[in-house]
């Protein structure tokens, strides 16, 4: 059945109930209907509705009072600020939504020397202005240049950071399906809703690393280092689930 959220007078508990991810065809309505002048003015408000294959939007126009035939009352600029801001925050990556379809490979000739820049605007929630294409880049080794650098929505599909120092570094909503991390570092990472399906990650290093939300599918996890890692219970129990995981090291983790 779709999930269906009509704005009201308690925005906060309307956006506390959504707990369904907006896909970006979703976030751009969504944005058109706040930006529409009936908006601006106070005079409209937003029904979202989610569906299994996508979403449908209705901007409402406030008839005025009691009267207005039951449709529900702008509730002003604030709500439909904070409704925007969930938006973009809770919705997933254009890297990984809609079924992994990622962009075509960029043809920029310094595509991979802008991992030693990273995403200046990304951050947590991998919002950028240019996508930081990664794919089939080779950092192998690199010790000095990736270092708390910002990787927030690369695509790393097929790159290799064999031997290389990622420490301290940001890799939110990061695309590595494929990617081989062989006795990279992740000293002190902060790596949130990374995907790293079917990824090299042998020897890796994950000491006092932050792993919120990131998923390992077929990932050769084989004497990865997790010595203070900071993950939550539920991620862990998927993270056990990882046959290529030592015993050893299951025991540290506390798999069951």
Known sequence: APHTYVQTHHPLS???SATHPLSPHCIDMVSSCLASPATARGGSALRLQL????CRV????????????GRAKAVGGFACGLLAAWAVASAPSPVIAAGQRLPPLSTDPNRCEAAFVGNTIGQANGVYDKVLDLRFCDFTNDKNNLKGKTLSAALMSGAKFDGADLTEVVMSKAYAVGASFK???F???VIDR???GKADLEGAIFKNTVLSGSTFDEANMKDVDFE???????????????TSI????????GCR
């Open 14 to 16: 309307l956006l506390l």
């Open 51 to 54: 569906q299994p294959r996508g």
């Open 58 to 69: 209705t901007c409402l126009a406030d008839a005025g009072g009691a009267g207005s035939g």
């Open 183 to 185: 006795g990279t570092n």
């Open 187 to 189: 000293t002190n990472a």
């Open 194 to 196: 990374a995907n790293f």
């Open 228 to 242: 203070d890692t900071l993950i939550g219970y539920i991620d862990l129990q998927k993270l056990c689930r990882n």
């Open 246 to 253: 030592n015993e050893d090291t299951r025991l540290e983790l």
